[in-house]
């Protein structure tokens, strides 16, 4: 299973600035092994009784016996061990809610996890309808790392049982390596975007590879964010815009405030105004915003099982990034499926080196301004009006993505600081696409069903625009309710940021 | 920077809720910081206060002799009012530390909470609610959905399982109230759930598929009801049931003498009164749900009208991320004044996700983590600890006497927590106030045994509601004037 070395240094997990010094029980970072070859031994420092108990010392010359013999590679054991089987998971799940032949996260994780221990047991063809939604991860109360499972199983299943010849393959491969395609399409835009808006391609799309034809293809952006970044004149520019603008603040104008970017495939091709808004958001904090090189975060690839094609992905960006974290700067995503992977994927299924000292110092764009300045006082503060923004109610929906990192409250709280408007939650309801998942043919009836019920609130909702932080929860939005969909960072541009737009055109 | 708020609650099940609404509404800026989902989604929904306040009397008193203590009567019978129960409890127990007004509080803000969707406050007096475990359990508040199928009312009752649904042994449930002898006839019958022949579907597709009417199923689920009932004198118990020889079946000739029917909980997640109303009119009977064992469509249901009471009183909610550490400035003084002004203060509580640390400086803290099965509380082999704030938690010297010999004995563990004085604050092992603006609430407070007792959710509330009072007021003193917050800043 594993074709790297097995670097997975100790100092690596525990140690850096911000790496966890409570380690206390529910530190997860000790507890669940690395599918890729980092065994439960190495992590045992966490103090995870399941591992051993290394971590006790009672002064009554007790000493556990080692039961089982190292883990050689995915040693998933103590995750499996832990689930006592109370299904809430499957309660959570949004699919096991609507698709009757599916049989939940439960099964797809320890179950099958114990069924494929004996050699002559297949991985169950129903792992293909998980979505990767990560909800059963933090609908637990055993902390079993559900996600992990899932992903490896799925992996596995791709490996060993999917016929390599098939067209589902190759779909599944096209679409999970979608920045490959997109930087042909980025090529020509236009062209691109004429074609495949073309309802013959469509057509043939569905009938031959299973995509379904019921949804717009994403138009390619004319000029990608990286040729913009780079005609307005790379690092120095924005290292001068901050710098000006530290000036501006009163903040020490030599102060060394950069981030590293996670644009990831879809800001740079599709939404570069996301990124955009990304990098005048943080220049006008005062931030030298970075984008090193970069590949896809993964995130489509775990979803079709291609771990592979993620390692490849993985091993880039971890490379480049890992580099400027050991320097001193932070990684910001705007995308939370991206921040997600690094954050929490990465760690969990690869032993790159330098993997968890990223995913310690990876942040969601504004959580990292969240954290380190005062934004909810200056969005406070900021006289913006509603003719800034063009808009004053946003139906708000929350990734699920987003919810398992803790933010799905965060853009409501923040914008119910600015005066003049405001944003509603539309609930907790997955949006059903899950990226790749929603545009397969076999799987766009499903993934409708599960949006149904954020449609239903977001046309309840007293707004004009939605808004969310996916580029593909976006995509479901506006097909299911023809909204436009806003990303928040462009709302703090608008209220924080004056004429950021100009000054780049101008220089 | 940091997040700021007045009031930080750890922990997002019923206490900690509790807790931020009670702060919420004594003015408090509040945020809810949980590790993961509510564990009300485990929880049957039920809302005990108070079942049994000395559950283990009998059995000690029996320890001279006959070892007949379980089903021959001689443990205690379930108390009518827990209120008036409240005194006879040990002194060390949260109740009588918090006070009989905070529970009504606690309740107060329960009922505000929850409105329609839940029964029970129209009186202190304890409900008895039949269980899917065939167990009659008193119960001071229960969904709307659970109502019409109390044991005190003497309804003809049939309850319904579905086939390849082990959750629910509707026949076995059945046989068991018969057995504890409620005061009806009760029969148990399995159908099949309509488009799902082998029962594999998960419990909130069928909510799903009933929320929605999809394929008619409500209807079609009542036919099915309805046709189930062929042979009445198997399904309501013949006379080798019982001992007392009360052979009940021959009252019940169909399905029309039927006035009340108990299904599984799983009638609607979203629209659970419509789904309810359709299948009373299709079967001309009342309609309950049997409180189920987790997972728990009532528990979900509760949980999100919790969280909607939240969002109402403006309380923030970050979950998936465990506080992992925190900071402490010293306290006032050290010798003399002993008081909580003398303790040292909680200044940042740092959550954790992968290693990325996110800092919250709120002026109190909440502890509402849960016990030793949510986690609140913790054991290694030598020693039982609080993770969050390392609080003093005693237990004895020997972990084999942790626990009692007796499987449904008095066991020690049930009983470890952090100790708290009558302001909810968590106290240091010479009874001072550990941190100046720390309280605990619900299972991390120890001193009473949730599971014999019956009194957990009723805890939760009190505490809850006394830890969030408290916060807010330490919240309040510690920036005279909401003007002046800023400018402290």
């Not at chain 2, 039949?130 to 003497?154: C, E, F, H, N, Q």
Request: net charge negative; hydrophobic share 35%; proline share 6%.
């Amino acid at each position: 299973m594993t074709d790297e070395p097995q670097p997975h240094d100790d100092q690596d997990v525990q140690g850096g600035d911000h790496a966890c010094s409570g380690c206390g029980p529910t530190d997860a970072a000790g507890d669940t092994a690395k599918t890729d070859g980092g065994t439960a031994v190495d992590d045992a420092g966490g103090g995870a009784a399941t591992d051993g108990g290394t971590a006790v010392d009672s002064g009554d010359g007790f000493e556990p016996i080692q039961v089982f013999p190292e883990a050689e590679d995915a040693d998933l054991r103590p995750g499996s061990d832990d689930c006592y089987k109370c299904s809430t998971c499957d309660t959570t799940c949004p699919v096991a809610e609507v698709d009757e032949d599916f049989p939940g996260p439960k099964f797809q994780g320890p179950e099958q996890w114990r069924l494929k221990r004996s050699d002559d047991q297949d991985i169950d063809d129903s792992i293909s309808k998980c979505s990767n939604c990560m909800r059963c991860d933090s609908a637990c109360p055993s902390d079993v790392p559900l996600s992990q499972m899932h992903n490896t199983a799925r992996a596995q299943y791709v490996d060993e049982q999917m016929d390599k010849t098939s067209l589902k393959y190759w779909r599944n491969r096209l679409l999970a390596n979608y920045g490959t395609m997109a930087r042909l399409g980025s090529t020509f835009p236009r062209l691109t975007n004429a074609v495949m808006g073309n309802s013959l391609v469509q057509q043939v799309n569905e009938k031959l590879l299973g995509i379904t034809a019921e949804r717009e293809f994403p138009e390619f952006a004319t000029e990608t964010f990286r040729s913009w970044y780079a005609k307005r004149g790379g690092e120095a520019t924005s290292v001068e815009n901050a710098r000006r603008a530290r000036q501006r603040r009163d903040e020490d104008v030599d102060a060394d405030k950069r981030v590293a970017y996670f644009h990831g495939d879809y800001a740079n091709h599709n939404t570069p105004e996301v990124a955009k808004a990304l990098v005048h958001v943080f220049e006008s904090f005062g931030y030298a915003v970075l984008v090193p090189e970069q590949r896809c975060s993964g995130t489509p690839m775990f979803a079709n099982g291609m771990l592979e094609d993620a390692r490849r992905a993985a091993k880039v960006n971890v490379g480049s990034f890992s580099e400027l974290v050991e320097d001193g700067v932070d990684v910001v995503c705007s995308c939370t499926s991206c921040s997600m992977a690094l954050r929490q994927e990465y760690p969990e299924l690869f032993s790159i080196p330098g993997t968890a000292k990223v995913a310690a110092n990876t942040y969601d764009a504004v959580e990292y301004l969240r954290i380190n300045e005062d934004l909810d006082g200056e969005l406070a503060a900021a006289e913006t009006t509603t003719d800034d923004l063009g808009v004053d109610s946003f139906a708000y929906h929350a990734p699920c993505h987003a919810r398992n990192q803790g933010l799905d409250g965060q853009t409501v709280e923040l914008l119910s600081q600015l005066d003049d408007v405001d944003a509603e939650d539309v609930g907790d309801s997955c949006s059903g696409i899950s990226g790749t998942y929603g545009w397969k043919t076999e799987h766009y009836e499903t993934s409708m069903k599960i949006g149904d019920e954020m449609f239903e609130h977001m046309e309840d909702a007293d707004a004009t625009t939605g808004m969310t932080e996916c580029p593909t929860c976006a995509m479901q939005m506006e097909h299911g309710t023809g909204y436009e969909i806003e990303h928040p960072l462009q709302v703090l541009e608008a209220a924080l940021v004056d004429g950021a737009t100009t000054e780049d055109e101008a220089a | 920077m940091a997040i700021r708020d007045d009031v930080l609650v750890v922990g997002g099940g019923l206490a900690g809720m509790t807790a931020a609404l009670a702060a919420a509404r004594e003015g408090a800026s509040v945020r809810v910081v949980t590790d993961s989902e509510s564990t009300l989604q485990q929880a049957s929904g039920l809302v005990d206060v108070l079942g049994y306040p000395n559950p283990h009397d009998a059995r000690d008193g029996d320890r001279d002799g006959d070892g007949g203590d379980a089903g021959d009567g001689s443990s205690a019978p379930p108390v009518a009012n827990p209120f008036d129960a409240i005194d006879s409890l040990p002194e060390d127990h949260p109740y009588q530390l918090v006070g009989v007004d905070a529970l009504r509080g606690g309740l107060a803000i329960f009922d505000d909470a929850t409105g329609d969707l839940y029964r029970g406050g129209h009186t202190e007096r304890n409900a008895l609610v039949p269980t899917v475990g065939g167990t009659v359990k008193p119960t001071a508040r229960y969904p709307a959905s659970v109502a019409p199928g109390l044991a005190s009312d003497d309804r003809t009752t049939l309850l319904v399982g579905f086939d390849g649904d082990t959750d629910v042994d509707a026949p076995n449930v059945a046989a068991h109230l018969r057995a504890v002898g409620v005061p009806f006839d009760v029969g148990g019958v399995t159908v099949e759930f309509p488009g799902d022949p082998d029962g594999t579907d998960q419990q909130t597709r069928l909510a799903h598929a009933l929320d929605t009417d999809e394929d008619g199923v409500r209807r079609r689920l009542a036919e099915r009801v309805k046709r189930s009932l062929k042979r009445a004198d198997d399904v309501f118990g013949d006379a080798s049931d019982t001992d007392e020889g009360a052979a009940t079946g021959s009252a019940v000739a169909g399905f029309g003498d039927v006035e009340r029917v108990g299904l599984p909980a799983v009638l609607g997640r979203d629209r659970p009164r419509q789904v309810r109303d359709a299948l009373a009119e299709h079967l001309d009977a009342a309609v309950f749900e049997l409180p189920p064992a987790p997972p728990s469509l009532p528990g979900v249901r509760l949980r999100y009208r919790l969280r909607d009471a939240l969002r109402d009183a403006g309380v923030a909610v970050t979950t998936g991320n465990p506080v992992v550490d925190h900071d402490v400035e010293p306290g006032a003084g050290d010798g003399g004044d002993a008081g909580k002004n003398a303790a040292p203060r909680i200044t940042t509580i740092y959550a954790d996700r992968n290693g990325t640390r996110t800092p919250y400086e709120p002026e109190a803290v909440v502890l509402a983590t849960g016990g030793l099965v949510g986690g609140g509380i913790d054991s290694e082999r030598d020693a039982v600890y609080e993770p969050v704030f390392d609080c003093p938690v005693s237990h004895p010297e020997d972990r084999y006497d942790w626990s009692d010999a007796d499987a449904f004995g008095s066991h020690a563990f049930a009983r470890f927590g952090v100790r708290i004085d009558a302001d909810g604050r968590v106290l240091d092992a010479d009874g001072d106030p550990l941190y100046a603006n720390l309280t605990a609430a619900g299972g991390v407070v120890g001193g009473y045994d949730a599971a014999a007792e019956k009194s957990a959710s009723g805890v939760s509330l009190a505490t809850g509601y006394v830890a969030g009072r408290t916060a807010s007021a330490d919240a309040s003193s510690s920036h005279p004037t909401p003007t002046d917050v800023t400018a402290d800043r």
